[in-house]
């Protein structure tokens, strides 16, 4: 079966480029690196020398948790032991808890991974031709720095959660180190208490990576499918999901795997159990990487990863921005710029048209802000007319009050925004995990003042408005709590 072809078929039917998810089994292949549990069996061996299984029978085979007790043994060890005097010298201020010597130990360890071409022949060919791949970016549970030498100066780093959901991404060019780096031990997600936090934030982080999920293939280096990491995210990530945007995964997830010995390579689409709920991923199974990443490389476009997230990054600071020294300047191509003021040249689509809706770059908090307001604060028309560009920024947008008093016909609308208008129904707002809750939120909260009443979170009523019964909903009163939460707006618009 020849899979480059097969894989270049298939990416086709997207029209962006693939993203990574990486895990431990990639290192593995390159570095010759342990996985979790073979880091954690390396280091106990300075506490209590073949004493593994004590910590993992203890601690009920969760491996977060062996970690976590073997962390506070290595601590006392760490603080004492002159092997580790250098350690104390170089990072004994940034020790700041039990957890931290362990994690310091392991970055050191990690940190000196590099590959080392020449060592074999096969993940040479992989490499080289893993550095021509054209994706958007990178996501990775592993704490190595592989990635980063590979792919040396073409992706912006993000490392941990926090960085990731407080940093204004560009989903483009950039790789998320997801459970930290070894370039700074105290990000590393290591034990129980690390874990515990990892999982207080993952529904927000689910909901950072959901456009990801959602506009591109993302292609899984070095995980099972059974990987509890990547059955939490993606539990996170589809539990957020209605059915008809779940079914727009499928196709989405690609799994490489290394066939078994005797095994043709095979390239098949098959169901994966998440939550109960079951979507069709593709899985390729082959000794021959090199293969895929051929196939990676085909996809065409002008910019690199890198040019393009500069471009969007620096739109982004220009469209949020209220100093008027940021200058943005529409033109057709015969224009004529002399303006040394302009930072950006902007020549999109057909410039008649351009010239008749005109150009406002409007932020979509603003637009939800609007709706909510009495009192309207932008031409409807022109904001009609530009509907299919708001809604690839944000697609639940609500368009029915612009479109109802902006004096655009039905009929005039672009074709994008008629397909989504034809697709929103009351279902839309409701994931399949929450359509299970109907029966219980009505019989039990039956109204807003219900939810108010029986949930203390305020995006938990939110999220449960859709359940209610519509002749039970008052409007007045759901208008009144809208805009008494609208800072739940500054979140969504990050």
């Known amino acids: ?30 570095l010759n690196s342990e996985d979790w549990e073979g880091l954690l069996r390396r ?26 007790l073997m962390a506070k043994e290595f601590h006392q060890k760490w603080w004492d032991d002159e092997q580790f005097t250098d350690s104390r010298e170089e990072f004994g201020e940034r020790a700041t808890d039990t957890s931290s010597p362990l994690k310091i130990e392991i970055s050191k360890y990690l940190k000196e991974k590099k590959y080392e071409y020449g060592e074999s022949t096969q993940n040479d060919i992989e490499i080289e031709a893993l ?96 990987d509890e990491n990547i059955q939490n995210i993606l539990t996170s990530i589809t539990s957020c999901l209605s059915k008809e945007h779940l079914d727009k995964l499928q196709d989405r997830l690609i799994f490489l795997q290394r066939k078994d010995k005797g095994e043709e390579d095979t390239f098949f689409a098959g169901p994966l159990t998440i939550n109960g709920n079951s979507i069709i991923v593709t899985t390729i199974k082959t000794n021959d990487f090199s293969l895929v990443y051929k196939a990676l490389s085909k996809y065409k476009r002008k910019f690199s990863a890198k040019q393009l997230r500069q471009i969007k990054s620096q739109l982004y600071e220009i469209v949020k921005t209220s100093d008027p020294q940021n200058q943005i300047y529409v033109t057709d191509v015969e224009g004529n710029i002399n303006s040394p003021e302009v930072q950006f040249v902007i020549g999109v689509g057909v410039a008649s048209k351009l010239g008749e809706i005109g150009y406002e770059p409007i932020p979509i908090k603003q637009l939800y802000e609007d709706i909510v307001n009495d ?62 809750k109907i029966g219980h939120i009505q019989t039990n909260c039956k109204t807003i003042e219900g939810l108010i009443e029986q949930y203390d979170e305020v995006g938990k009523v939110i999220e449960y408005i859709p359940l209610l019964d519509k002749e039970s909903i008052d409007q007045a009163l759901l208008s009144e709590f809208i805009q008494e939460n609208m800072e739940i707006l500054e979140y969504k618009s990050g």
């Open 1 to 30: 079966m020849d899979i480059q072809l097969k894989l270049e078929e298939h990416l086709k039917k997207f029209h962006a480029a693939p993203f990574l998810f990486v895990g431990s089994g990639f290192s593995r292949r390159y």
């Open 43 to 68: 280091f106990v061996e300075y506490i209590r020398p073949g004493g593994f299984a004590y910590y993992k029978s203890t601690a009920e085979g969760r491996l977060e948790r062996a970690a976590g």
């Open 131 to 226: 550095k021509k791949v054209v994706i958007d970016g990178i996501i990775t549970t592993n704490w190595d720095t592989l990635l980063e030498q590979i792919f040396p100066d073409e992706f912006h780093k993000y490392v941990g959660q926090k960085e990731l959901l407080f940093s204004a991404t560009q989903e483009v060019g950039e790789i998320y180190k997801i459970h930290g780096c070894s370039m700074d031990p105290d990000s590393i997600v290591l034990t129980d208490n690390d874990y515990g936090d990892f999982q207080k934030n993952n529904p927000y982080l689910a909901a950072k990576l959901l456009t990801i999920f959602i506009e591109h293939p993302v292609l899984f280096i070095g995980y099972s499918m059974s």
């Open 375 to 436: 009192s309207p604060s932008y031409d409807y028309e022109k904001v009609t007319l530009n509907l299919s560009t708001f809604l690839r920024i944000d697609r639940y947008l609500p368009m029915f009050k612009f479109i109802l008093f902006s004096g655009v016909a039905v009929e005039e609308l672009d074709e994008r925004v008629k397909k989504r208008l034809s697709e929103i129904t009351g279902d839309s707002f409701i994931t399949l995990t929450n359509r299970k």
